[in-house]
């Protein structure tokens, strides 16, 4: 008789998007006439630039004729996008990586959540807390975690790195020692970053005690700062001790197009064995490869006129950040992100628990956020709202939440 | 210090397809003057149907408005879609599954590789010999099957099912009762076929031992013999037995734009847990969904002028097999498949190993084919061709390989 992965059975409740849909959905049927916003989870609302609409169409005209179309493509992407985000994204900053340390994939959350997979299972992560629960959740499912203790919401395997006001929700070096630290910044969920010399500190870290950094980048578009890397590859030393994901969901809106990227560089090893050859193994294996037209819409992002209309983009995005962010502090809400981020992290009110917070805005002004706790157990009493609205939607729920008697 | 996942250093050698990619690439870049015809990877070669292109340029328009743009997908997959299989691939053909049993993907081979993650380790497969190698090694790096003999090419944990000529190339029951069965019909490498009656003893025979028959149906638009399922579901009894995994890119032509789709009856369970929520938490947590733009293509498959289109593409493949099966017939080859799949399968002449074949035919005439040993133990002196070629390549392809000296 057949045998099920007991780790799913030890996972508690449902993906943390999927119950926020299920409780909207729910209310939105009870109350159709409610108009409600949904400032929730972290979908663009924006359409896709005419530069990258402008390559689609050509894509497909190019699939359309025997000459010029294109079936299976490179398990590793194809080399016009991959020598475009290596020159790009990289070189361009003085980083290092060559075009064939970049595997294209099908967006971040599949390379986020499938990572985990070339490494042991004796390996222990260590994960910020609030954290994306990918990271976290993709592990259990492999059997990496230990046991659940539902009064603390941890797991017992897991090193948690608390992010909290106190250290401006920036994590300190665990004393544990970790094999594998998932590190995200421009910060999901709370919008805080960590300067150039704070992000070498854990390089560093990392190549002394012999761990992988597991390095999700995919707000890099969203920083405003200067001292704010937008690659782990600008520390030195990186090249032996970290992986790097991104994603043009954030920055090209292609949330519902999906395209990803992952670097390893080629000196990522234990011992003899290059990380780099794992996940090579692994995109041939079990992957075939992105859309053609996707991975040429991708290269549109890197044109010049791509690249205009998508720093516009952003802009319209940063722009509601600071309508959300100067909207509540004025109404007295202890509020942080934003600045380097599409993502606002506040305090909620009353010592509301983030759940009731959630329902509170649910039922009384329509607003759908994300309970912090959501992200772990230190997001608890925090709430993210996320900039990817519409202005006019982005201010309606903010006016909305200011004339709350609070 | 991170260790990495053992199981992937267990297996041997390279991906199948990446090693005959080498080898062409080598041979081509020694000899840039011949012609290369490859019917090697099952890789379509007609362009997209007219009916799809429109569906697509339509779709890339919608994603360049505001009011009709898409962000994220539904976790399983669009409802339009999920309607589209529901109706024309199950209820037209009797088979009752309902559109929110269909878990929508970027395709069977991720499919095909991923499934295995929600049964138990302890699980044994049984797989066909020769078979798909994804089924095998998907498992190997999940640690599934033991430890390798390379002598008899062959994992002491998995149970292997010939199919040679003295069983045409359709397995037998096995002795060793498996816990998983990876079937695939129309067979990929063989081409070869099971009646209803065959099919309907396996479905008997899971239910039986407790066992999941995976059923990959990426070639069921190839079938001609009216006695030959379509789907497993045809069979009384798969809906507690069986999942079924379909694609869209032997149909249609979508090997470059990449869509599938899993089915999981709800009724397939181990003891309370049902295979469906554990498929559904996977998708949730680990992908993002296919492009709506995919998806909107994959629903114009099934519109009339989809369709009508598509019957002609795919008689135009058949049209090749048949050229391949009676040319080589003619010329002295023993070859079977290409009736009901477009894989014809064939005897290597004067004993020669099917990698020498594969030499042979490279160096004398230039012709990529897939060397039957790479499919399994059973598959040695064999050989396997596609007739995904252009009829023009298939037919100078063929005539090359009659006129040598056999």
Known sequence: MFQVNENYLKLPGSYLFSTIGKKVNAYSAANPDKKIIRLGI?????????????????????????????????DLGYEFLRNAIAENDYKARG???????????DGAKCDCSNIQEIFGLENKIAVCDPVYPVYVDSNVMAGR???YDPKAETWSDVIYMPCTADNRFTPELPKETPDLIYLCFPNNPTGATVTRA???????????????????????AYISEEDVPHSIYECEGARTCAIEMRSFSKNAGFTGLRLGFTVIPKELKCGDTALHSLWARRHGTKYNGAPYIVQKAGEAVYSEAGRAQLKEQVAYYMNNASYIKDGLKAAGFTVSGGVNAPYIWLKTPDKMTSWEFFDYLLETVNVVGTPGSGFGPSGEGYFRLTAFGSYENTVEAVDRIKGLQL
Chains 1, 2 share one sequence.
């Open 95 to 105: 980083c290092d990586i060559a075009a064939d340390e970049i595997f294209v994939s």
């Open 42 to 74: 972290g979908d663009v609302t924006q359409p896709l630039a005419p530069a990258i609409i402008e390559a689609l169409h050509g894509a497909v005209e190019e699939m359309g004729r025997a000459e010029s179309f294109h079936g299976y493509a490179p």
């Open 198 to 220: 704070q992000l070498q500190e854990w390089v560093d870290y990392a190549n002394k005690v012999g761990a992988v950094i597991l390095y999700d980048a995919a707000y890099e």
């Open 145 to 147: 975690t230990g046991v």
